[in-house]
């Protein structure tokens, strides 16, 4: 069973306008609880490419064509920026938008390189699909590592902030075993280690023509 199907919702495959929903705030995000305290799942790969390679490329990529398309979740449509500039500096935001016609707010709370590691991370708050009302709040963060043998090592963890209020949050850490069980474990793990994976593809490819 997916998390749609759990939720009685189709998640029909529209895409919407990508414009700040009825009633958007400029309001701060929630301030996010250490990972610790929240509903999370870690995947790794390795990429045959230096780190700055792999920044290269991932930097050359938009957003929707970063996440491949998949069977259970839907898609990203497009972004729009809410800030002044690119989503590269802490308090960047951005709307995403996706194929079932809903929104969510994304945000940057760290973004640092240096020669041998690079951090991205950000939350993702303010989701207006039906989807996702379970969901307080979401903090990603990428940690890409350069190896000794020029390879780079990417960590990327996502935590979820269940909402007290609705099932299964409510059901406290029974539910978040729910959640994690009937999505984190399922549709989105498999949404991630796609997303690595064509991260991957698409730095070694690039590596491999000799791009910096």
């Not at 269940?162 to 729910?178: E, I, K, S």
């Amino acid at each position: 069973m997916t998390w749609l199907a759990m939720l009685g919702v189709s998640g029909p495959a529209v895409a919407a306008p990508c414009v700040p929903p009825v009633g958007y705030s400029k309001a701060p995000p929630p301030a996010p609880l250490p990972v610790e305290r929240l509903v999370s799942r870690v995947e790794t790969i390795r990429i045959k490419a230096p780190l700055p390679v792999v920044l290269a490329s991932i930097a050359e990529t938009k957003l929707e064509d970063a996440i491949p398309p998949q069977k259970n979740l839907p898609s990203v449509t497009g972004t729009r920026l809410l800030t002044p500039g690119a989503f590269d500096f802490p308090g960047a935001r951005r709307i995403v938008c996706l194929s079932d016609g809903s929104t969510l707010m994304e945000q940057l709370l760290e973004n640092r390189a240096n020669a041998t590691e690079a951090r991205f991370r950000y939350i993702v708050w303010n989701y207006t699909s039906a989807t996702a009302r379970p969901i307080s709040y979401a903090v990603g963060d990428f940690v890409r590592t350069q190896l000794l043998t020029g390879e780079t090592h990417v960590r990327w963890t996502y935590a979820f902030k269940m909402n007290r209020t609705r099932l299964p949050g409510v059901l406290g850490f029974v539910g978040d075993q729910l959640f994690r069980w009937w999505f984190l474990d399922g549709d989105y793990a498999q949404m991630m280690r796609a997303t690595l994976a064509a991260d991957k593809q698409r730095a070694e490819k690039r590596a491999s023509k000799g791009r910096p």
